[in-house]
C-alpha cells in the first residue's frame, strides 16, 4: 500500500532527508532517482511504500527562490531553497574573508534574497580593516548585527530580527559558529543530528542543512561551513555580478555592455580609482568576473 503526502525537508544527509509533514510527522526520505536535487527548505511530495518500509520523494514543489552555489564543472547546485532572508556569519576568528562574503552576498543578490551580516565572537577584538569593511558593506545595503554565542551578547536582538514567518539561513566560513548560535537561541536542541539517519552500510552521514522552528515563529536552518563559495554562473546578472554598488554606478559607463574592467569611459573602474566606491570591493568584483569568465568556460565544454 503506497500513500502520497506533502511536506517540508527539514535536514539533509547527502541523499537522505528529514521530511516534516503537515501534521508533524518526521519522515526519513530519500529523493527518487538522481536527477532529483532536494535541499533544506523545499517543499515536497513523497510517497511512503508501507509494504517495503520506504519513504521516496517524488517530486519538487515550486521553490520562491534559492541559493545557488556552482560545482567543479562549472554547473549549478541548490544550497537552500525558499528563504526570506540570508544570514552571512563571521567574526574575528578565524579571520574574517571578505571576498567570500562578497560571493555569498552576490549570491543572495542574484536570487532575491535579502542578506545581512551577522558578527559572532563580539567578545574579541576586531581587526581595524574589517570594520572598514563593515562601512563599505552597510553602504551597500548590507547591515551587520554584532553578537557573541558565548556570552549572550546582541542574542536578543537577533531572536527580535528573526520575526513570524521568516525562514533565515546561517552561511559562512568553517568555525565562525553558526551553530553556536543556534545552541544560544535553542539551548534544548542537540544541533548534531547526524545519528537519525544512516547510510545502507550503518555508517553516519554527515549533516548538510538543518531547519530549526525558533520560539518567535521563524525557522533557521544552520548550515555547514566552507573553506570557499562561488555564485552559480547562470544566476549571476552579467552586468552587475550581485554588486548592488555595480548596479548604481553603471548608468554612468560609456558602454551599455560594459564589464567594468579596462573598458574606457567605465565609470564603476572610476568610482573605485577615485575613492568613492570602496576599492576592496571593486577588486572583489574583479574576482568574480573572472572566476565566471573560469566556470562559463568549464560549463560549455
Request: proline share 5%; with cysteine.
Amino acid at each position: 500500500m503506497t500513500q502520497l503526502v506533502l511536506g517540508s525537508v527539514i535536514a539533509t544527509f547527502g541523499r537522505h532527508m528529514l521530511v516534516r509533514t503537515a501534521e508533524g510527522q518526521l519522515l526519513r526520505a530519500r529523493p527518487f532517482g538522481r536527477a532529483l536535487e532536494v535541499v533544506c527548505g523545499d517543499e515536497v511530495r513523497c510517497r511512503i511504500d508501507a509494504h517495503h518500509e520506504e519513504v521516496h520523494v517524488i517530486d519538487l514543489l515550486e521553490r520562491r527562490n534559492a541559493l545557488w552555489r556552482a560545482n567543479s564543472r562549472g554547473g549549478a547546485e541548490p544550497v537552500v531553497a525558499n528563504l526570506t532572508e540570508l544570514l552571512v556569519v563571521s567574526a574575528p576568528v578565524p579571520q574574517p574573508d571578505p571576498f567570500m562574503i562578497d560571493r555569498y552576498l552576490a549570491a543572495a543578490t542574484a536570487a532575491g534574497i535579502p542578506a545581512r551580516l551577522i558578527l559572532n565572537k563580539s567578545e574579541l577584538a576586531s581587526d581595524a580593516g574589517f570594520a572598514r569593511e563593515l562601512e563599505a558593506y552597510a553602504a551597500a545595503g548590507f547591515a551587520a548585527l554584532h553578537c557573541s554565542a558565548a556570552t549572550g551578547a546582541g542574542m536578543e536582538r537577533l531572536l527580535a530580527a528573526l520575526v513570524p514567518g521568516a525562514r533565515a539561513a546561517l552561511v559562512g566560513q568553517s568555525g565562525v559558529g553558526k551553530s553556536s548560535l543556534v545552541r544560544r537561541l535553542l539551548p534544548e536542541v542537540e544541533v548534531a543530528v547526524g545519528e537519525l539517519v544512516r547510510e545502507e552500510e550503518g555508517r553516519h552521514t554527515t549533516t548538510a542543512a538543518r531547519l530549526f522552528e525558533l520560539p518567535t515563529g521563524a525557522a533557521l536552518i544552520d548550515s555547514p561551513g566552507v573553506r570557499d563559495f562561488a555564485p552559480a554562473v547562470g544566476a549571476l546578472d552579467e552586468r552587475t555580478l550581485g554588486f548592488p554598488e555595480v548596479a548604481r554606478l553603471a548608468s554612468g559607463c560609456r558602454f551599455k555592455d560594459c564589464r567594468h574592467l579596462r573598458e574606457p569611459g567605465c565609470a564603476v573602474r572610476a568610482a573605485a580609482e577615485d575613492g568613492s566606491w570602496h576599492a576592496r570591493r571593486y577588486e572583489s568584483y574583479r574576482r568574480l568576473r573572472r572566476l565566471r569568465d573560469q566556470l562559463s568556460t568549464l560549463r560549455s565544454r
